[in-house]
């Protein structure tokens, strides 16, 4: 591991073997950069470009993963990095290929003016408890997605930190290209519904009728443009997941009548949604691990990131695009 806590740090390289990742956190100040020397790597399913410079946001907790093997270089400070070869990446690129398989079967069923809901792509909900790397798994299958021509929608119902938009909101907005590694997800066309507090159990009510208009907005989006309910969407959730918060979780299931669930890093909210919903053929509720690099974060962090991404956003800094969570 290399040297962390501020001190100075010159740059330094790693050679990565095939199917190996390089964990990064960065400092709250910065600056941390990455280039790409040999090779191909990416960032949660967006390749780095080679040569160039690539700044990593400030406060991010980055994965820099290679299937083939690559040579890159860190120049700046970070908080601790290290390599590893304990990654689930090989699990989410094959849950990509089966959700891209749907996508062209949609497309197909669409051309032949089949029933309706054979032309429904993939509505895929995210779940897991805090900290299991819902977000990070969002941004790659998006990515992914985009990089395969699919222009998928990005749903965002985790008030608590907001990745499209502000805390305290809930959003939605398609993405046509892999996610930028600098600035994060678009926020050129996003559809957005302001709740006000980053915890549900203030006003559950409100937050399932958020979600409702939502959703009825998006599905009248899609009953005029077969593509992008081809495409379908990507559904990042919070990481509450007892009491109300499964609820909630079962209510978001059904408001965007989601097709596959993604478990993360709990076996018994599997088994738990598993069950719920076994009376209905069409869901498929699959386990997925998480990643070991996903870092905990308390409370006082927390507070601290929603802080910073308000500063961000209306600032129009875009500077943190990427971390996992």
Known sequence: MAAAGGSAQAPRQYKLAPQRELRVEVL?????????????????????????????????????????????????????EYTSDETPMVIYVNTHAILDARRSRARAAAAQGGVLEASQGPRVIVVGPTDSGKSTLCKMLLSWA????????????????????????????????????????????????????????????????????LAQTLDKQFSGN??????????????????????????AIETFEANV??????????????????????IDVVKLHKSEGVVLRNPKYRQKNRSFRIKVVFSHNRMWGFGYS
């Not at 967006?46 to 160039?52: A, I, K, Q, S, Y």
């Not at 046509?176 to 915890?199: A, R, S």
């Not at 088994?271 to 919903?277: E, I, R, S, T």
Request: charged share 20%; glycine share 10%; with cysteine.
């Open 146 to 213: 985009a990089k395969q021509g699919w222009k998928p929608t990005y749903v965002d119902l985790d008030i608590g930190q907001g990745s499209i938009t502000i805390p305290g909101c809930i959003s939605a907005t398609p993405i046509e290209k892999p996610i930028d590694i600098v600035d994060g997800i678009p926020l050129e066309m996003p559809l957005t519904y302001f709740y006000g507090h980053p915890n549900p159990s203030i006003n559950p009510d409100v937050y399932k009728v958020l979600m409702k208009e």
């Open 28 to 80: 709250p100040d910065g600056p941390l950069r990455v280039r790409l020397v040999a090779g191909t790597a990416e960032i949660f399913g967006t390749e780095l470009p080679p040569e160039g410079w690539v700044p990593v946001p400030p406060r991010s907790k980055v994965a820099i993963f290679t299937w083939h093997g690559a040579t890159v270089e860190l120049d700046g400070v970070s908080e601790s």
């Open 226 to 251: 077969s593509e992008s309910r081809a495409a379908g969407m990507i559904i990042n959730t919070m990481g509450w997941v007892e009491g109300l918060g499964y609820e909630l979780l079962l209510n």
């Open 261 to 282: 669930v993604l478990v993360l890093g709990q076996e018994k909210l599997w088994k738990m949604l598993k069950d719920a919903v076994q009376s209905k053929p069409n």
